[in-house]
Nanobody, 118 residues
């Protein structure tokens, strides 16, 4: 079983910054992809950004240039640096890890609230 523990959410004013962290534990395949997704009230969960085990990244257009994802493979930890935050970034942010080895594996964290006030 795999567990993901997130930290770093909170309340910030527009234009401010926050840094989220997520550490995975358990039986983790080395060739995995970690990422951050978010869900605002009344909306579907959406991809924010992902990073593969070799560092390839993907960003939603809405966060390009403002958010940066990074990871420490030795610690099974992924980070999300969020700068120039906007009220529309307000959501519950979920950490995700997934990989495919004979079958697909997909795990989620419990979520951390990010609130950006105007």
């Amino acid at each position: 079983q795999v567990q993901l523990v997130e930290s770093g959410g909170g309340l910030v004013q527009a234009g401010g910054s926050l840094r989220l962290s997520c550490t995975a534990s358990g039986n983790i395949f080395a060739g995995n992809t970690m990422g951050w997704y978010r869900q605002a009230p009344g909306k579907q969960r959406e991809m924010v950004t992902t990073i593969t085990s070799i560092g390839s990244t993907n960003y939603a257009d809405s966060v390009k240039g403002r958010f940066t994802i990074s990871r420490d493979n030795a610690k099974n930890t992924v980070y999300l640096q969020m700068n120039s935050l906007k009220p529309e970034d307000t959501a519950v942010y979920y950490c995700n890890i997934n990989w495919r080895w004979k079958t697909s594996y997909n795990y989620w964290g419990q979520g951390t609230q990010v609130t950006v006030s105007s």
